[in-house]
């Protein structure tokens, strides 16, 4: 159990074009998902913190109009990477929280910004 | 700043060997100690976590040991394998707040070497 999806797994966009990535939680509602940001041998920078129904909560420094959040239930969350440059090219995961302190990751989305 | 300090960085362990991976924390409010295996692009998948109620954790070959006093937890891999061979992430969160946001280490790259 605990399974969250990605969709897709992979995009490469045009510079200037927006993206939308999809994250399910298959078998649990999540009331809580979490949207990171990967580089290369990094660890996991947290990007903002949605709750169903309710406004993402952003992390500092990470632009709330640029990377649109959308959570519109328990079992889905959007991430939509809006006017994406080169510099927005990274590794996206997603996580959804089951129970208050448990949270499940998504397989990740690879963007490519050409 | 919520810190967790995660050690070494990268590790190399032959097969059979045991693997060890250290944590140390600074805030006393965390309650909730999980870790993270990650391989090349793919999310983080949940481990083995331990609350502070107990000193050890054990599921199959990972064992988590807790030091509270310390502030200090470590991730034992025993029988290393080369299937092993990943990024290991330790996070601490507080469970009693809002948004179970996650504050995770730097990471430690494992290698088992056949």
């Known amino acids: 159990g605990a399974v969250v999806s990605q969709h897709p797994s992979r995009v490469i966009c045009k510079s200037g074009t927006s993206v939308k990535i999809e994250c399910r939680s298959l078998d649990f509602q999540a009331t809580t998902m979490f949207w990171y940001r990967q580089f290369p041998k990094q660890s996991l920078m947290l990007m903002a913190t949605?709750?169903?129904?309710?406004?993402?909560?952003?992390e500092q420094g990470v632009e709330k109009d640029k990377f649109l959040i959308n959570h519109a239930s328990l079992t889905l969350s959007t991430l939509t990477v809006t006017s994406a440059h080169p510099e927005d090219s990274s590794f996206y995961i997603c996580?959804?929280?089951?129970?208050?302190?448990?949270?499940?990751f998504g397989p990740g989305t690879r963007l490519t910004v050409l | 700043q919520q810190q967790v300090k995660q050690s070494p960085q990268s590790l190399i362990v032959q097969k059979g060997g045991i693997s060890i991976i250290n944590c140390a924390y600074e805030n006393t409010a965390f309650d909730y100690f999980p870790w993270y295996q990650q391989f090349p692009g793919k999310g983080p998948a949940l481990l083995i976590a331990?609350?502070?109620?107990?000193s050890e954790k054990k599921e199959g070959r990972f064992t988590i040991s807790f030091n509270k006093s310390a502030k200090q937890f470590s991730l034992h891999i025993m029988d290393s394998q080369p299937g092993d061979s990943a990024t290991y992430f330790c996070a601490a969160t507080y469970s009693g707040g809002s948004n179970y946001k996650l504050t995770f280490g730097k990471g430690t790259l494992l290698t088992v070497n056949p």
């Open positions: 949605s709750n169903e129904g309710s406004k993402a909560t952003y």
């Open positions: 996580s959804g929280a089951r129970v208050p302190d448990t949270q499940y």
């Open positions: 331990i609350r502070p109620d107990v």
